[in-house]
């Protein structure tokens, strides 16, 4: 028989009434748990916790542990389905929201983010070392075309050592000079500071 379409909707429920899964396989580090205690500290609680139709976890089991555990909040709004999940489907999802969330655009981490940013808000370097290390990563630049005045978009490939070094630099820049200088702008003054010569001759 076919199981009835499952809908979600949300609902206040008191924390003193959410019963945790026995068997979830989710467990938090010391660091991890305090850098989502920092989070729920500061942003609250913004993804919502699901729950089946008889209180038990099914999803969001750190968060609510450590909400109690800073006993500021006794209710929460809670996702409820519209019927019973069985035993496989909570096992089921349980494992999926914490496993089906996706990968990082790494590229993107190192060129919009510093680092110190990303440490602050959860990584640790080892993890950042990890994932810059194993990524192949390009820049792009532009020149003069031919004798003409247009220019063209060029990629140039980077070694990972002396992209990391380029990254460095430019978080070190957008620091020291602002955060909104562009990246070309920022590799302008990384060049003059270390080379110690005249800005006008990069012009």
Known sequence: MKKNNLEWHNEKRK???LTPLPENPRKLSQKQ???LEKS???FNLVEVPAINTDGQIIAGHQRIAILIALGKVKEIDV???NRKLTKAEVRE???RSNKNTGE???ELLQSQFLI???I???FDKSELDELFNHADFDSTTEEADGDSNELRTVKIILPQEIYRLWQEWIERVRRIYGAEQSESRAFEIAIVEALNIPEESLK
């Open 15 to 17: 924390l003193s009434e």
């Open 33 to 35: 748990k305090s850098d």
């Open 40 to 42: 729920l500290i500061k």
């Open 79 to 81: 996702r409820v389905p």
């Open 93 to 95: 999802y349980n494992v």
């Open 104 to 106: 990082w655009d790494v």
């Open 116 to 118: 110190d940013d990303l």
């Open 120 to 122: 602050d808000w959860g």
